[in-house]
């Protein structure tokens, strides 16, 4: 933990520190894991620092963008566009055109609605569009907690549709199908519901080359795979997935029909959520109540979900430490953020050794959905820098306009 | 609603629109309701719009600021420093010297540990600084929603400390108490439970001033006036307040003690929150597994509150309409964002004139706590413009750096 201490002491807080050595180590897990079965496809969206997206590239199958500028961050990330692909539920004319006339890889055409426009716009630019038809699954195994699958969704074409729409998309002109793409369920930590997920796709997919003729030679499988985020919860035991997930790969790429087809794992969270840490430092102290109470420089307007208001139910503490001050005896405390509001909690609750004015805390499991998808303009405090810890050295990640806009604040 | 619909068409979706005549006629509302018993604070943190805050600022008395950043922008609308205050639990030791250096009439000091820190800093700049002292009460009426006070709080002094605590405060050196600060419950519907706050600050207020034998220069009053957030609630009926509330403030002024005392009374949503909209257009469209889902281009990313994401416990569809199709048939819809996540809702099975692709849609009640409250960033989509309307006529109210950043993204 000196390297945070280190880092909050020279950069100052809120500061997310992303560790890039643990993000390699994570990437060459999942190469021993499943040997050349799998390219990784990093979803931006779980991530955008461009520090970080450099980093990454390298070692990648493709970036997965969401959005028209996530695919400018791919691009600026060094990543070639072919190896860009381009998903999202509401692509607007706009982006789909930036997207072509970029040059990705393929664009995933989530309804019939987005084919149509996608071919019309290939059309009137001349060009060959490849596409991948993501598809949402009829059933999702138990021991997933978010979905995306099962239920009517914005996303995909539903299972029971794909004979009926699969061929429509196929022969709309100036797109080429060349694959599919499953993304059911998010952030499990079951390895059994994993590999039993990856059966369900591989079951989907040989339906879909069926009812196409179409020889994959894409197909994307979300991973799914979860970090812990509560303490006491256990990681996901990653070295049990190959023994369930590699015999399944194994089969469906057996059939003649998918002899030319490559497979990617597309994750976000599990490569880089763990290697992530929101630092924040004690403002104020308050005794009150018979509640001893903390005020933070960082709340809800620095990392939402830790503050539980990011699609959970139940609001539970994530992993704290106080880096000031690891060892001492410990007390129970309310940690809240800055903000002029009453639900602006951080921990309930929590034990800690002593927290005093002016510790770090550190908050685990933050490298994934935290800076970026936080409202930090809210009351207009100063927003969190970023670094990243690269070959054991500090490093300031912060994008040039936040870097600005943090320094014009105060 | 012809002008929500020309907004949309001229400066494109998402967009907020915030009708600016309105506001001033809600303003007037509160002179009429209080007479000069009450000045006007608006608490900056509900909306910061550097446009709305111009136009604000001559008919108000003083505006509340949250945080350093929201006291430059009063100073910046237009507004003397004296008339500003400053509240927030976490004052950093830089931003209290900011808030001291630029003038501001009123700090209001949270806690003992701030109340020490500002004298410090005061005493270091050689000057005598204007404080209130912050409150928490014990008692909260019910029919409050949601709460600032009653339980433990990082807000301001707990009430039955407040003989312990505020002579202390009163003593420090190069601090000048001149008033008291309360604000424990907010967005309440219910006439007489505000006029029951009102009549327990009261009575905390003539503690208080007994306790420090100061004659108070400034009471703010922390309004908690609410504004309806779903269909078929009702609005405060603002008309029932002055017989409630007018001789609770005419008896306390009364007293000997409060001869010189002026009162504020401070809001934020009641007086903004119900002259904006969130306006968002139809990008996709799916029918899937019995459900119609429209997929719109903004999402929690650009209004968090309205996704039911901002301290809801319950998520509940808001006040929708359809501006291209108000009078059609009506269908049941799943409205949902543009972003890559399951949790990206809008509304759920919700009834409204048939919706289409290309259509316009209004979220209701989106003046407070929308655009600036809400994860902007995530997932790199366009950010929403802002424009008001005033006299009648739309103007463009996006701040430059948002605009450049907007129209970098496409």
Redesign the interface.
């Known amino acids: 933990m000196a390297p945070l201490l280190e880092a909050a002491n020279t950069f100052g807080t809120p500061l997310y520190v992303y560790n890039l050595d643990m993000v390699q180590k994570r990437l060459s897990i999942l190469s021993d894991l499943f040997g050349n079965r799998f390219g990784i496809s990093y ?1 931006i ?1 779980a991530n ?1 620092n461009p520090t970080l997206l450099a980093a990454l590239q390298a070692g990648l199958s493709t970036f997965d963008a ?5 695919v400018i ?1 791919a691009i600026d990330a060094g990543m070639p566009a072919k190896q860009v692909t381009f ?6 004319e ?2 789909i055109k ?1 997207a072509i006339v970029a040059g990705v890889g393929e664009l995933v055409v ?5 084919a149509k426009r996608a071919s019309s716009i290939a059309k009137e630019r001349g060009v060959n569009q490849n596409i991948l038809v993501r598809i ?1 699954p009829l059933k999702l195994p138990r021991k997933f907690g ?3 699958g099962a ?5 995909g074409i ?1 299972e ?1 549709d794909l004979a009926r729409d699969l061929p429509i998309i196929r022969d709309y002109p100036n797109l080429n199908l060349i694959g599919f793409h499953i993304y059911s369920g998010t952030n499990c930590l079951v390895p059994e519901a994993i590999a039993e997920n990856f059966a369900i796709f591989a079951d989907i997919f040989r339906a879909a080359q069926e009812i196409t003729g179409v020889k994959p030679k894409r197909l994307v499988f979300g991973s799914g795979f979860g970090i812990p985020y509560l303490p006491g919860e256990d990681a996901l035991d990653h070295a049990a997935l190959p023994a369930l997930i590699n015999p399944i790969i194994d089969d469906l790429l057996d059939g003649e029909a998918f002899n030319e087809t490559k497979c990617n794992l597309e994750l976000g969270r599990w490569l880089v959520g763990p290697a992530g840490w929101l630092l924040t430092r004690v ?4 005794h ?4 001893e ?1 903390r ?3 960082a709340g809800f307007n620095a990392h ?1 979900a830790a503050c539980g ?3 959970s139910v139940i609001r539970r503490n994530w992993d704290f430490e106080n880096l000031s001050n690891a060892k001492g005896q410990t007390g129970r405390y ?1 940690l ?8 602006d909690r951080l921990a309930m609750d929590i034990e800690l050794p002593k927290v005093s ?1 002016a510790d770090v805390l550190s908050i685990a499991s933050s490298g994934a959905y935290g800076y ?11 927003e969190p820098r970023e670094v990243v810890i690269e070959n054991g050295q500090l490093r300031d990640a912060t994008p040039p ?1 936040a870097r600005i ?1 943090a320094e014009l ?2």
Chains 1, 2 share one sequence.
Request: proline fraction near 7%; charged fraction near 20%; include cysteine.
């Open positions: 979803a969206k955008p969401s959005s028209f500028a996530e961050a998903s999202g539920p509401a692509k607007r706009a982006e930036g989530e309804s019939l609605t987005e949402n978010a979905s995306m239920t009517a969704s914005q996303f539903d029971e403002i104020s102290e308050k009150s109540r018979g509640v109470v005020t933070c420089d939402l208001m990011m699609g309310m809240t953020g800055p903000l002029c509001t009453s639900i004015i970026s998808a936080s409202p930090r303009g809210f009351i207009s405090h100063p306009l806009a604040v105060l």
